[in-house]
């Protein structure tokens, strides 16, 4: 899997600014920023701006050529659908990772492992939620961390 690394503060979610000050950001948009942690390790740090009651969906994928000269994808997708109701935001969604098995690729045998959850919850605005995507109690599987933040409306553009 491509290793992606971002930066998110580890006390709450990042502060981000609109890429213009000329063009505001419609009201009610969300900053979902997610991190995929395997024990120590960052698998992806992806964020995505939606408007709220809207869902959104990142997919982080590579091509995989399997034995036999089939080929499919490794990877992750995390579909979120976000709504704000004040202060807090109430979310569902659905993750899925799918990688090839450590140590069980060959020219002739291919292991591909897919986890997939499905969650809903709330949560207050800049408060991130926590979720383990695990085969059993023996694996220590990946950990999904959300965070959610209300994206800034800019300024109106003024003139000199």
Same mark, same amino acid.
């Not at 006390?11 to 609109?18: F, L």
């Not at 991190?35 to 120590?40: C, G, H, K």
């Not at 207050?124 to 950990?143: K, N, S, V």
């Given at each position: 899997?491509?290793?992606?690394?971002?930066?998110?503060?580890?006390?709450g979610c990042a502060q981000v600014s609109p890429i *213009? *000050?000329?063009?505001?950001?419609p009201a009610g948009m969300v900053l979902i920023e997610?991190?995929?942690?395997?024990?120590?390790?960052?698998? /992806?740090?992806?964020?995505?701006?939606?408007?709220?009651?809207?869902?959104?969906?990142?997919?982080?994928?590579?091509?995989?050529?399997?034995?036999? /000269?089939?080929?499919?994808?490794?990877?992750? #997708?995390? *579909?979120?659908?976000?709504?704000?109701?004040? #202060?807090?935001?109430?979310? *569902?969604?659905?993750? #899925?990772?799918?990688?090839?098995?450590?140590?069980?690729?060959?020219?002739?045998?291919?292991?591909?492992?897919?986890?997939?959850?499905?969650?809903?919850?709330?949560?207050?605005?800049?408060?991130?939620?926590?979720?383990?995507?695990?085969d059993d109690a023996r694996t220590p599987g990946i950990?999904?961390?959300?965070?959610?933040?209300?994206?800034?409306?800019?300024?109106?553009?003024?003139?000199?």
């Amino acid at each position: 899997m491509i290793l992606l690394l971002a930066v998110v503060g580890a006390a709450g979610c990042a502060q981000v600014s609109p890429i *213009s *000050s000329e063009v505001a950001a419609p009201a009610g948009m969300v900053l979902i920023e997610s991190r995929f942690l395997e024990a120590d390790t960052i698998l /992806a740090a992806p964020k995505i701006v939606v408007l709220s009651g809207r869902e959104a969906t990142i997919s982080i994928l590579e091509p995989v050529l399997l034995p036999g /000269a089939k080929e499919t994808t490794t990877g992750l #997708t995390l *579909s979120i659908l976000p709504k704000l109701e004040g #202060t807090m935001v109430r979310y *569902s969604g659905n993750c #899925t990772v799918r990688q090839l098995a450590q140590g069980v690729k060959s020219t002739t045998l291919a292991t591909l492992v897919t986890r997939e959850m499905w969650f809903t919850g709330e949560a207050p605005l800049g408060r991130q939620e926590t979720f383990l995507l695990a085969d059993d109690a023996r694996t220590p599987g990946i950990q999904v961390q959300i965070c959610f933040t209300l994206f800034p409306a800019a300024a109106p553009a003024t003139k000199p």
